[in-house]
């Protein structure tokens, strides 16, 4: 039976108007049951987040808080998990746009965070702060907690937005414990509910105990005060195991070896039903949670069992931990069902598990995983050797190249004299990759190009295993410039290209399309540096056929980055909205992990470029801070943000960012990427009447352009270079040849001109291409759909509503794109509204 206590509830009613709520007390006191107990009355839509110790890892938190929220909306988790742990301010600006889009007006939500007192890891803490405190009217969290929150409230607390229930306030009265007492039918003295709660201090657990002493036939028993806290497991050994069956005790000590406690793994670790019905008769210790939909143990009663673990037989304890990671694994969470594999070592299921893990993974996990496989027996990677190719993945993702290789090396030579057999070559094949892949990532620094020669070994062994490769293994990914290259030396970026185009030769043979289109795309971007603008286009369209081809949904973006950027220097706008429409079509491609990302970073470029300001990405407006992409990837984000401030006249913001990536890659940075940061930092100096530094970048630029003819990164920067330029070209100041800075004078002047020239364009159509007139056919099924679409349903839920396939409602949509000019959802409803197409219809129309 539970006490209802209707002081707790008040003070919980009043404090459930705030947006935060902190419940703090040590064990026993009911801070978790007192919270339960009242939102079970209370009609809110809850969120229950149960927080463990690895909590503190980014990804299993991530994984923990989206399988609360899945409890009460799928769609939103879909769309939790597609932006990732939000580590950065990109990342936490578009899961702000969740809730914004996803939590109803009208209604009220509390999420609960249990157990806070176990987080430590910095960045968990940061970002439960920012979402905490990023005030949203209807949305109320509470932290239950041991101790303080390790969070800066103070602001909340000082406009009165924060609520504080502590240790006092959640004591028992002493009447209400004379009330729990009557309520268990046990009537003690006035002198012996003295003496209790003399010694308990109102400590619910400790009150609970003693009524459990109290509890036996002996009609004239009293209660023997004494220090409570330091005899509590001998009461529970007394009063509460010692009436129990074996087989349930034992049940109970495997309880404690697991964290989740869901229904679904409790019967299997159980067997007998028989043993969960008797579970109830312990309601105040162990408990279903409906939010959870998983039981709970009571803290003190989860210690006790703890330390009776020993009395468990190996063979039993093996089996639950066994059995907890295949439903772990079963269930997509992946780090939890490494650990219970690894304590039980079953590394096969374990080393399965990690394969199935996605290519691209934080560091922090990245680190998990490989000191999973050092602890590993030596014994296990000779049984299985492609734990060996997963230890040399792991070392090269967290850039350990020199122990990679030299791993990788040791593994082909142990491996090449063996009889042949299908592990033997596939592992030879990975082993050969992963050196073609070290020499590739290196060869920025090494200025070494001969990498093909290991993918051509790694095909041969791939023909001979017959192993075929699927995604995402076989999807590549790119980094900031595909032309690996960090010299400006004549003729450098042709050995590039040669050993790119070897790479790809073999690769695109023996990892199932892998990298299929890189060598036209890497031509295209040289051509496209070089200003060779029919020869860029036609190898961007042909790198974008392949990619489509192979479905390198990386290569296909880049693609038609370059393709964009060609448009604009051409001032094709019809090529640039066709750019535009392809780029979002790419959104609904669900295998491409980054396409969110790039599509905002890709279309940013262009609205920057336009001055349409505005229509970038709340993230891409930020100052610049560390990026959560890779940090080579990062060269694109940071060439938007960078035009963004320029556009702003931020120049001390963007000569900061520069100055700091500088420092950071030095002269292992992609050639392009120095020629570009040198070129805007030479516009932002001159700005900021730094006469001589202007001309120095500028110098530096020119020396990395000219070996090579390139000119585009003056040329893109139009007017602000085309200020530079005269400048320079009227005091006749520079060591540059005049001939050039009248080339790059002529040619940013003409760009500037295009750029804005499309930009109006762009402007007077509304963001989207000029109407062919105000009279567009749509059909009854694309009214239906187009309707749909203006009433923010998603395309399941019109595919539901209009009796019809995902992919029907996928294709309808395309065709109201091209009838309407619109580039996404957003622009066709706002064409459609102002041609008078969204009306209410009646029946027969």
């Not at 491609?589 to 790039?598: A, L, Q, S, V």
């Not at 005269?726 to 750029?755: G, V």
Request: aromatic share 12%; hydrophobic share 40%.
């Amino acid at each position: 039976m539970y006490l209802e206590r209707p002081h707790i509830d008040r003070l919980l009613e009043k404090a459930v108007q705030k947006p935060v709520i902190l419940v703090t007390a040590g064990t026993g006191y009911g801070k978790t049951h007192a919270v339960y107990s009242f939102l079970q009355r209370y009609s809110v839509i809850t969120v229950w987040l149960q927080l463990t110790e690895r909590d503190n890892f980014q990804r299993r938190f991530w994984e923990n808080f989206c399988s609360a929220i899945s409890m009460i909306n799928p769609e939103t988790t879909e769309k939790l998990l597609r932006v990732g742990f939000p580590e950065t301010e990109r990342q936490f600006d578009r899961y702000l746009d969740i809730p914004r889009h996803d939590v109803l007006s009208g209604q009220k939500y509390v999420f609960v965070y249990d157990d806070f007192h176990l987080l430590r890891n910095e960045k968990v803490l940061h970002y439960l702060e920012r979402s905490i405190t990023s005030f949203f009217g209807n949305i109320t969290s509470i932290l239950i907690s041991r101790s303080e929150p390790p969070l800066n409230l103070t602001k909340f607390q000082s406009r009165g937005l924060l609520a504080w229930i502590t240790e006092d306030d959640l004591r028992f009265s002493r009447e209400e414990m004379s009330d729990y007492f009557h309520i268990q039918n046990i009537h003690p003295s006035s002198e012996t509910l003295s003496a209790v709660y003399h010694d308990t201090e109102g400590w619910a657990f400790a009150i609970h105990l003693a009524v459990l002493s109290l509890k036996n036939t002996h009609p004239d028993a009293v209660y023997v005060p004494q220090a409570v806290r330091s005899n509590i497991f001998k009461l529970i050994e007394t009063e509460i195991l010692s009436t129990v069956s074996e087989e349930l005790r034992k049940f109970l000590i495997k309880l404690s070896l697991i964290d989740h406690l869901s229904r679904d793994l409790l019967g299997e670790i159980a067997g007998a039903p028989k043993l969960l019905k008797e579970l109830e008769r312990f309601s105040s210790f162990v408990r279903f949670d409906s939010y959870l939909k998983a039981y709970r143990l009571h803290p003190l009663f989860l210690e006790y069992l703890s330390k009776r673990q020993d009395e468990l037989p190996a063979e039993e304890k093996a089996a639950v931990y066994l059995k907890t990671a295949r439903w772990y694994a079963a269930n997509n969470q992946k780090i939890d069902a490494i650990t219970y594999y690894e304590k039980v070592e079953a590394y096969e299921e374990l080393l399965d598990c990690i394969f199935n893990m996605p290519l691209i993974i934080p560091d922090d996990i990245t680190q998990i995983l490989l000191d999973v496989l050092d602890r590993a027996p030596r014994r296990i990677f000779d049984q299985y050797p492609n734990a060996w190719i997963l230890h040399s993945r792991y070392l090269i993702t967290l850039q350990r190249f020199d122990e990679a290789r030299e791993e990788i090396l040791g593994l082909i030579e142990k491996l090449e004299p063996m009889p042949g057999s299908f592990y033997k070559y596939r592992i030879l094949s990975a082993c050969y990759h992963y050196l073609g892949l070290i020499g590739l990532l290196t060869c920025l620094y090494t200025r070494d190009y001969s990498y093909p020669r290991y993918f051509e070994r790694g095909c041969y062994y791939t023909s001979l295993s017959g192993h075929v490769l699927t995604p995402p293994l076989t999807v590549s990914t790119l980094t900031a410039y595909v032309c690996r290259m960090s010299s400006g030396d004549t003729g450098e970026p042709e050995r590039c290209i040669e050993a790119i185009t070897g790479m790809v030769r073999y690769v695109s043979q023996s990892v199932g399309g892998c990298t299929y289109g890189t060598d036209d795309l890497v031509r295209a971007e040289l051509a496209f540096f070089k200003g060779d603008m029919p020869e860029a286009k036609e190898k961007a369209l042909l790198a974008l056929q392949k990619a489509r081809e192979r479905d390198q949904y990386e290569i296909e973006n880049r693609a038609l980055f370059y393709l964009m950027r060609i448009s604009l220097a051409l001032g094709d706008s019809e090529s640039i909205e066709e750019c535009l429409r392809q780029l979002e079509a790419q959104l609904a491609i669900k295998d491409y992990i980054n396409r969110y990302t790039f599509y905002d970073i890709v279309t940013g470029w262009f609205y920057v470029r336009i001055g349409q300001i505005e229509k970038l990405a709340a993230w891409l407006k930020n100052d610049f801070e560390e990026s959560d992409l890779n940090s080579l990837v990062y060269g694109l984000e940071l060439l938007v943000k960078a035009k963004l401030h320029l556009a702003e006249k931020r120049y001390p913001a963007v000569l900061a960012s520069l100055e700091s990536q500088e420092s950071r890659y030095g002269p292992g940075a992609f050639l392009f990427g120095k020629l570009e940061m040198k070129t805007l930092e030479a516009v932002c100096r001159y700005q900021l009447r730094d006469r001589e530094g202007a001309l120095r970048a500028l110098e530096t630029a020119y020396e990395y352009a000219v070996p090579n003819g390139f000119f585009m990164p003056f040329t893109e920067l139009g007017k602000d270079m085309r200020t530079l330029i005269y400048a320079i070209l009227k005091n006749r100041e520079s060591t540059i040849p005049r001939p050039w800075l009248e080339m790059i004078y002529r040619s940013a002047s003409a760009y500037a001109k295009k750029c804005f020239a499309v930009g109006e364009q762009y402007c007077s159509a509304g963001g989207v291409p000029a109407q062919q007139g105000s009279a567009v056919p749509l059909s009854r099924r694309e009214l239906v759909v187009l309707t749909g679409l203006s009433e923010g349903l998603t395309r399941e839920e019109i595919a539901g509503t209009s009796s019809i396939s995902i992919n029907t409602v996928k294709s309808v949509i395309k065709s109201i794109y091209n009838k309407l000019g619109a580039i996404n959802r957003a622009d066709a409803v706002r064409i459609a509204t102002g041609m008078g197409l969204l009306i209410n219809r009646g029946p027969d129309e």
